[in-house]
């Protein structure tokens, strides 16, 4: 089985290459569903997530990925940004601040249209 895991996530990153969002759902869904555990994944299903823009998957994900790795600078930005798509820019704030303090870098400070 870790074999197949191994090659779904192979296929995602492709697919995630390619810019084919929705393909890097499909392959990783399964794998995130039988290794809830595996930040990695989950936090490249996220991603996915946000840029086929399904928003509340995304933040599901992110949230998940930041309980299990509370450290995870990429989980908080990813997390800021799908929150301002959202309109919800006062909780993506707080998550533009902890991916700032955790990596020294002010300019995740701000707002960036996407």
Known sequence: MEDMRALSYGLAQQFFEER???GVIRALKPV??????????RLL?????????????????LLEVIERE??????H????RTLER???????GKHRRIAAALT????????HTV
């Open 104 to 111: 020294g870098d002010d300019d995740l400070l701000q707002h």
């Open 86 to 92: 959202l309109s919800r820019r006062e909780e993506a």
């Open 77 to 80: 930005l990813m997390l800021a």
């Open 20 to 22: 084919d969002y929705r």
């Open 32 to 41: 995130v569903d039988e290794t809830p555990d595996d930040v990695g994944t």
């Open 45 to 61: 299903l996220a991603r996915a997530y946000y840029h086929a823009a399904l928003l509340k998957p995304a933040e599901e994900h």
């Open 70 to 75: 509370p450290t995870e600078y990429y989980a």
